[in-house]
């Protein structure tokens, strides 16, 4: 079982399970695209997942697939990405001024 499997297959089973899709339920929403045995199987990390029938997946669970990619992606190489940090207190500017304008409003 190679890593990215057995991570893809960890990200995809929250997905399911934040939808409280059992696999059987999952199975029958994808209308034949998708056999249960399947889906557990790439859960498990058991059955490698082409890029096509992740983003199907992810679809079928109504999460963005570049959401779900950058969880793996975290998980693999959690130190290559920079912690994010977002002010706040710009958001709070009024819509008709430039954020960071030293004018004073008349």
Do not use: N, W
């Not at 082409?50 to 697939?65: E, G, N």
């Amino acid at each position: 079982m190679d890593p990215f499997s057995k991570l893809a297959g960890d990200v995809l089973r929250g997905a399911r399970l934040a939808t409280g899709m059992t696999l059987q339920e999952a199975a029958r929403k994808s209308r034949g695209r998708f056999a249960a045995t399947s889906i557990a199987g790439y859960e498990r990390g058991e059955r490698h997942i082409s890029l096509d029938r992740f983003c199907d997946l992810a679809d079928l669970y109504q999460v963005r697939p570049e959401r779900l990619l950058a969880q793996v992606m975290d998980r693999i190489r959690p130190q290559v990405r920079a912690d994010i940090l977002i002010d706040l207190t710009q958001a709070e500017a009024p819509l008709d001024r430039e954020v960071g304008s030293q004018s004073p409003e008349p």
